[in-house]
Structure formats: structure tokens, C-alpha cells
């Protein structure tokens, strides 16, 4: 799955993301009171399976 679609998935399901700062690149994606680490690689890059998977749980996504 490509960043920008993984992106798109978890804005679809309310999902807010906020910038570090820093300059690292990644942003916290928070859902309610859930939060994960979205890494910025880019949005045509390739998100791995576990990766994915692993946001998704953290955020109670199925």
C-alpha cells in the first residue's frame, strides 16, 4: 500500500494528524484516544504490510 492511500484510509476513518517538530518528518496520527507514528517517506512510497497493520491496530482500525 502506498503512503498516500494509507494516508487517505485514515483521514476517511476521522483520523487527525499533527507534525513533529523537528524537521524529522514523521507525523502522530490521533483517533479519539489512540495514537500512532506515520512515517514521511513520501506519498508514493510503499508502506510495508506490518507497518500498515501495525497503525491500524494502534488507531483500533479494522
Known sequence: ???SELKRLLKKHGCKFE???GGS???TIRR??????FPG???????GNALGHKILTDLRIK
Not at 479519539?32 to 507514528?37: P, V, Y
Not at 517517506?41 to 508502506?47: D, K, L, N, P, R
Request: hydrophobic share 20%; glycine share 18%.
Open 1 to 3: 500500500m502506498r503512503a
Open 19 to 21: 507534525n513533529h517538530n
Open 41 to 47: 517517506h513520501g506519498g508514493s512510497t510503499e508502506i
Open 25 to 27: 518528518g514523521h507525523q
Open 32 to 37: 479519539g484516544q489512540f495514537k500512532s507514528t
